[in-house]
């Protein structure tokens, strides 16, 4: 499946952004996806996940509250609704994939198997 993020842009602290990633080549309901980012000189950490039905969500600690994750299968696309923004949350965000039979709630970067190409998220203070 390919993926392709967009969405990103430049924010004051406060605001909102939503974040699409849109797949293709493979059936879309097939995959429990998720949303990771990375700071520079950071790791990739993990945002949010979405099982396959949309049935199940599992959020971050540091965003829980504030993120939403939501999934539109009908039109092969995932969404990160992301309000009361915070300067620590710029960086680059990535929508992932993994199988439909697989533990959607893993939030380990290793155990998805499709990357989107990313979106920058800059937030002012």
């Known amino acids: 499946v390919q993926l392709q993020a967009s969405g990103g842009g430049l924010v004051l602290a406060g605001g909102s952004l939503r974040l699409s990633c849109a797949a293709s080549?493979?059936?879309?309901?097939?995959?429990?996806m998720g949303w990771f980012r990375q700071a520079p000189g950071k790791e990739r950490e993990f945002v949010a996940a979405?099982?396959?039905?949309?049935?199940?969500?599992v959020y971050a600690y540091s965003v829980k509250g504030r993120f939403t994750i939501s999934r539109d299968n009908a039109k092969n696309t995932v969404y990160l609704q992301m309000n009361s923004l915070k300067p620590e949350d710029t960086a680059v965000y990535y929508c992932?994939?993994?199988?439909?039979?697989?533990?959607?709630?893993?939030?380990?970067?290793?155990?998805?198997?499709?990357w989107g190409q990313g979106t920058q998220v800059t937030v002012s203070s």
């Open positions: 992932a994939a993994r199988p439909y039979y697989s533990d959607y709630g893993t939030q380990e970067p290793r155990d998805y198997d499709y």
């Open positions: 080549g493979r059936t879309f309901s097939s995959y429990h």
């Open positions: 979405i099982s396959w039905s949309g049935s199940s969500r």
